[in-house]
């Protein structure tokens, strides 16, 4: 099972980066000196944002789908779960009544229909 902590993680960190890269990407941040002098190659910040929003996208999607896949499998967990815990009571209900309906000849073994008095293989009385 997958971690859905990483899934809310990168959803989150996803969000930032994309709201950081808009920032960017309008200029309506006064970050751009710091990046510039981390990052000397970036010409514009324009660039910047736009490959800001685009690792924040990627992050984001990747969270999404790993929150979706653990809701499906703890979904298909409980369901399989329900089914086989189903199918065990009902192997338990027929195994019951196949046993209080099935009679059999105290003799012979052959099955009796209920109610029956002489066994018709061999024909002796039951009671």
């Known amino acids: 099972m997958k971690n859905p902590r990483t899934g809310s993680s990168l ?72 089914v086989n815990r189903a199918i065990a009571q009902l192997k338990s209900v027929t195994l019951q009544t196949t046993k209080s309906t099935a009679k059999g000849c105290r003799f012979c073994g052959a099955p009796l229909d209920e109610g029956e008095i002489f066994c018709s293989a061999c024909g002796r009385a039951q009671k």
Do not use: D, W
Not at 23 to 35: D, G, S
Not at 50 to 68: A, M
């Open 11 to 82: 959803l989150i960190i996803g969000v930032v980066f994309c709201l950081f890269g808009l920032m960017l990407a309008l200029h309506q941040t006064n970050l751009m000196e710091y990046i510039t002098n981390v990052f000397p190659n970036i010409q514009s910040a324009e660039l910047a944002g736009i490959l800001l929003q685009l690792v924040g996208v990627t992050l984001l999607v990747t969270g999404l789908s790993i929150l979706i896949s653990e809701i499906v499998e703890r979904n298909i967990e409980k369901f399989t779960f329900n």
